[in-house]
């Protein structure tokens, strides 16, 4: 809009008016007003064309009132417009719309008023806030689109009226607590008649008139009020008009005519627990929050302490709260809220032991909550008192508790995050360091036997899981066994079943403190907190707990924020696909002992359904990684995808995706296995090998392969087992394990015969034929290409038909035929184009590459392998750029560039040592060695 707009206001707090630069503007007939009237209502929104008529003419509208409509809607947009002749209805194919800017709308600037206002009230700023609703509602001008009568306008109306009522309830409220009950009398005898049903003004008024002196007048105004209620409704008033009829015959605090204070003599309470000696750890934190808590502020310092169970918080706070009493010699303040137990204390209950404490006599309390907060922060007013307010609910049950006056401060812990809390700073606590966590077990047990078995101290440390409350149970334990080593306490908590046994002593315990968070849980939560616990892996993604209880991605990370938001999981970064997560290990134990609640079958439905989640994004994550000789055919276990949203988004990194599951995919198939999912866990880990093959993470690929491998024999599943051999076999190749290699592929082949897996067969002879060939049997090497190139041409395995070719290439070459290896690695080639697979391309060039030194042209043959060593590179292969990099060296020995091969041929003698293979590893000592033997010479 142009500059002009501004002087517009679009005004329905009255009769409807439009006004620029305060001059009204021209609407037209009571049909214009009527469409403006709902277009000035839904402000920013598109309005169709037949919701217009039907508010303008109803049920019936004439035939013509679409064309009527339109010829309102151009009058309105004429009258309507900027300086820049834009109009400030727009108009399009879904309808019509008011672009009225920010700020133009009486309601939107009513509305800002009542907002802001509430804000400064709730911060303790009551003048300022009474200040803002008084301006609030002098934007009023009578009953709102007074003289429009299409139900939109009528709804409106109603709607405003009340919101108006809210505002001077409210205000009302502030300047009765400002102590302006006497000019108030007047008002609220109006609004009282104006609103008889209105509790709260009846309330208000018996207040004002009880504060003034008028004592029978407020007690005839509850009587007229319940006569009405009783006599006419059959009700009776409410709880708080009932207390402040009580507080009024008893002549309460804030209901007679004298200043409270004047007849109470405030203590200097000293509440806190004693600190516990021996404190351990959080030295840098209970620094910062010191220095935070002794310089001067504007506002009072709050610190909210969160942390899982038994991770300090109370500790903490408490060690904090004698650090810094000093500098609050009015008073420590402390009440235990019971937050996570089934009957947290209420404010008001708090509240009213705050103020005995402080020594305003129990008659003097008022009933009301939010007078006794008044009456509260009215005590502290002036004086430096520090309040410890431990185990919180959540953000009501504290708020209300938050001192005004600057010189004071607040400790808060809780199990929840409380990110609600307008006031403060919120500190999250882990676990305590290895180093801190013998340190307190030595402080428990004595130094002598923590030194006497260090190891076994670190081991317990780490069952504890870092958290002080477990490693203090631990310790009573031993100091009640003073006959025990260290050692004796790791052998009974070695096993996770039973480990929340040993955690527990007299009236505490880990097991009891975790319930408790978790009984506070809703139903969902509790489901998915406790199927966390079937899945042992270090971290997780959320579509992990949108599998887990059967519902969307979205759904499962608001379920895990609202977790970690009550300290139960924890965020740990980012990973491909998104946030990661994880639970503390005494947690994960807590969650396997509860799920075992749920009946067996659930919870392999469960298991199935997670790790069926697993299946499909390692399946789309594995198309977009190069093919390999290893890519499987999909089996017949269950996918899961329902609640995985776009698996683009999840999987567009590939490799990052695997790398982030990796540390936990042998636990997945090993539960997967346990609970008889013999499918599930044979094809997770065949799909998995394509990115284990070309990542050369070997160890991880056979501990897979071998978590998988009993599952598939148990349930002869003869696919599966043929798949894993032949896996286990290519490790074995790659890690020169011959023998083991020939044995993995000679049994996977017999079981592909047996089933009648063509494929499978060719497969396992491709994995021999790399073995004869490596040991120059050439022609085995030969006869397996015989065998297994027409089944993979036949079947269409393009990937396979090139390996093959390039085996081929290589007994030929050796043979001095190198017209036929030419023309088997041209056939390669063009089966190359059509799968356009980088990886196989590099791995054709890598063989032409051979092929050149063959014919002594080292030159053609460094074009080829740079080629390669390009492309293969850009994919991340470090095996097939080791191989490839031997390959440059040889090249650079044959042209006499010592250095070069010298350089290169480090770099590859390095990789190679890293993949395990020994064999390369070897040849690029044995090239150095001639090189340096040649250097040496000359």
């Known amino acids: 809009m142009a500059a002009g707009e501004q002087g517009w206001s679009f005004d329905v707090l009255g009769p409807l008016r439009v006004t620029r630069d305060g001059e009204p503007v021209e609407l ?55 300086d820049a002749r834009e109009a400030f209805i727009a108009t399009g194919a879904g309808g019509y719309e008011l672009r009225a800017p920010v700020g133009t709308r009486d309601v939107d600037r009513f509305e800002e008023h009542v907002a802001a206002a509430r804000d400064l009230i709730s911060a303790g700023d009551v003048v300022e806030g009474a200040a803002r609703l008084r301006t609030a509602l002098a934007t009023w001008r009578g009953r709102p689109l007074d003289g429009i009568e299409v139900p939109a306008a009528r709804q409106a109306a109603e709607h405003l009226s009340e919101l108006r009522l809210g505002a001077l309830e409210d205000v009302v409220a502030a300047e009765l607590e400002l102590g302006e009950h006497g000019s108030l009398v007047g008002e609220l005898a109006a609004l009282v008649e104006e609103n008889p049903l209105r509790e709260r003004f009846r309330g208000q008024r018996m207040i004002a008139l009880a504060r003034s002196g008028r004592v029978p007048e407020a007690l005839d105004a509850y009587r007229e009020w319940h006569s009405l209620l009783v006599d006419e409704l059959g009700v009776e008033p409410s709880a708080e008009v009932r207390a402040i009829h009580a507080g009024v015959l008893r002549a309460e605090p804030g209901l007679r005519p004298e200043a409270v204070n004047s007849v109470i003599d405030p203590a200097k309470p000293r509440q806190l627990p004693p600190d516990r000696s021996g404190f351990i750890g959080r030295r840098q934190l209970l620094g910062e929050l010191t220095d935070e808590f002794v310089r001067p502020r504007d506002t009072p310092p709050v610190v909210v302490v969160t942390g899982a169970a038994g991770s300090g918080k109370t500790a903490l706070s408490v060690r904090l709260a004698h650090s ?95 990110s609600g809390l307008e006031w403060g700073r919120s500190v999250k606590i882990g676990a305590l360091t290895d180093t801190e966590s013998t340190a307190l077990l030595a402080e428990v047990v004595g130094g002598e036997r923590v030194a006497a078995d260090p190891e076994a101290a670190r081991t317990l440390a780490d069952y504890c899981g870092g958290l002080p409350l477990a490693l203090r149970i631990v310790g009573a334990q031993l100091v009640d066994r003073p006959h025990w080593t260290l050692l004796d306490m790791v052998d009974r908590m070695a096993a996770e079943r039973g480990r929340l046994d040993w955690l527990a002593a007299g009236d505490i315990a880990v097991r009891a403190s975790f ?133 683009d988004r999840l999987v567009a990194d590939a490799i990052g995706w695997f790398d982030a599951e990796l540390p936990g995919l042998d636990s997945v198939i090993a539960v997967a296995a346990g609970q008889g999912l013999a499918e599930h866990a044979w094809e997770l880990a065949v799909v998995c090998g394509v990115y284990f093959d070309h990542q050369a993470v070997y160890p991880q690929w056979r501990q ?88 993979l041409d036949e079947l269409g395995d393009l990937h396979g038909g090139v390996q093959a070719r390039i085996g081929r290439s290589g007994v030929y070459l050796s043979e001095g035929r190198i017209d036929e290896a030419r023309d088997v690695l041209d056939d390669a080639m063009q089966m190359c184009a059509k799968l356009g697979d980088q990886h196989r391309t590099a791995n054709v060039h890598l063989a032409y590459g051979e092929m050149r030194l063959r014919e002594n042209n080292a030159t053609g043959a460094m074009k080829h392998f740079r080629t390669a060593l390009r492309m293969l590179e850009s994919l991340g292969d470090q095996r097939c750029t080791a191989q490839v990099r031997l390959r440059i060296g040889r090249a650079h020995v044959a042209l006499g560039h010592d250095a070069e091969a010298t350089s290169v041929l480090a770099d590859a003698s390095a990789q190679f040592a890293t993949l395990g293979n020994g064999t390369r590893e070897a040849e690029c000592a044995l090239l150095l060695g001639q090189i340096a033997a040649r250097t040496r010479t000359v």
């Open 324 to 418: 810094v009493g000093d500098s609050y010699p009015d008073g420590h303040l402390f009440a235990q809220l019971r937050g996570t137990s089934a009957d947290p204390v209420s404010p008001k209950a708090v509240l009213a032991r705050f103020l005995r404490a402080l020594r305003v006599p129990i008659d003097m309390i008022p009933a009301d909550l939010d007078e006794c907060a008044a009456l509260f922060r009215d005590m502290l007013s002036g004086r430096r008192v520090l309040l410890v307010l431990d185990d919180a609910a959540d953000e009501a049950q504290v708020r209300l508790l938050i001192p005004a006056e600057a010189m004071c401060a607040v400790v808060i812990t809780s199990r929840q995050r409380l």
């Open 704 to 791: 897979c392969y071998l978590r998988a491998l009993p599952a598939a024999r148990g349930a002869a599943a003869d696919r599966g087992v043929a798949s894993l051999l032949r896996g286990l076999g290519q490790i074995d190749i790659y890690e020169d394990r011959f023998a083991d290699a020939v044995a993995a592929l000679e049994e996977s082949k017999e079981i592909s015969e047996r089933i009648g897996d063509r494929h499978g067969v060719a497969r396992a002879i491709l994995g021999l034929g790399t073995i004869h060939r490596v040991q120059g049997r050439m022609a085995e090497v030969l006869g397996c290409g015989d065998e297994a190139i027409p089944v």
């Open 28 to 82: 037209g007939a009571p049909q214009a007003r009527a469409v403006l009237a709902v277009l000035v209502l839904h402000a920013g929104r598109v309005i169709s064309a037949e919701r217009l008529i039907d508010e303008v003419w109803g049920a019936s509208p004439p035939p013509s009132a679409r064309v009527q409509l339109q010829g309102l809607i151009s009058q309105l947009r004429r009258s309507l417009r900027t």
């Open 515 to 647: 319930a408790l968070s978790y009984e506070r849980l809703g139903a969902t939560h509790q489901t998915l907190f406790r199927r966390l616990g079937l899945l042992p892996v270090p971290t997780f993604a959320s579509w992990v707990a949108a599998a887990l209880v059967d519902t969307d991605e979205a759904t499962g990370e608001r379920l895990l924020a609202d977790l970690v938001a009550t300290n139960l999981v924890e965020p740990v970064g980012r990973a491909s696909g998104g946030p990661r997560y994880r639970l503390h290990d005494l947690l994960r134990v807590f969650a396997a002992e509860t799920v075992e609640r749920e009946p067996e079958a659930e919870r392999t439905t469960v298991v199935e359904r997670a790790v069926g989640a697993w299946l499909y994004l390692a399946e789309q994550a594995a198309a977009r990684l190069p093919g390999s000789v290893l890519q499987p055919a999909p089996g017949h276990a269950t996918r899961w995808a329902r609640g995985l949203g776009e698996a």
